[in-house]
Nanobody, 115 residues
Framework: QVQLVESGGGLVQPGGSLRLSCVVS????????AGWYRQAPGKQRELVAA???????NYADSVKGRFTISRDNAKNTVSLQMNSLKLEDTAVYYC?????????WGQGTQVTVSS
């Protein structure tokens, strides 16, 4: 059974930084793509950043240059370093893990950017 456990959300002031982490268990981590999505109140869930098994990355235009996605295959972990946070980054952030058969999701972690 595949499980995703997220950590690292919280409250931060504009311009601050947070690091989200997601530990994946129950599947071969190395061979699969992963990513982070977010959903703000009243909005649809959107892709924030993705990383393939070969470490190619893709970012939403709104976070390019501020966020960095990475993976540690030895620890089955995908992380999202978020710098220069803005008010509009406030959302619930979800870890995503893609296998051949389906996508898996974490429980979500709240990121609130507020002064």
């Amino acid at each position: 059974q595949v499980q995703l456990v997220e950590s690292g959300g919280g409250l931060v002031q504009p311009g601050g930084s947070l690091r989200l982490s997601c530990v994946v268990s129950g599947s071969t981590f190395n061979n699969n793509d992963a990513g982070w999505y977010r959903q703000a109140p009243g909005k649809q869930r959107e892709l924030v950043a993705a990383i393939t098994s070969r470490r190619s990355t893709n970012y939403a235009d709104s976070v390019k240059g501020r966020f960095t996605i990475s993976r540690d295959n030895a620890k089955n972990t995908v992380s999202l370093q978020m710098n220069s946070l803005k008010l509009e980054d406030t959302a619930v952030y979800y870890c995503n893990f893609k296998t051949r058969w389906r996508d898996y999701w974490g429980q979500g972690t709240q990121v609130t950017v507020s002064s």
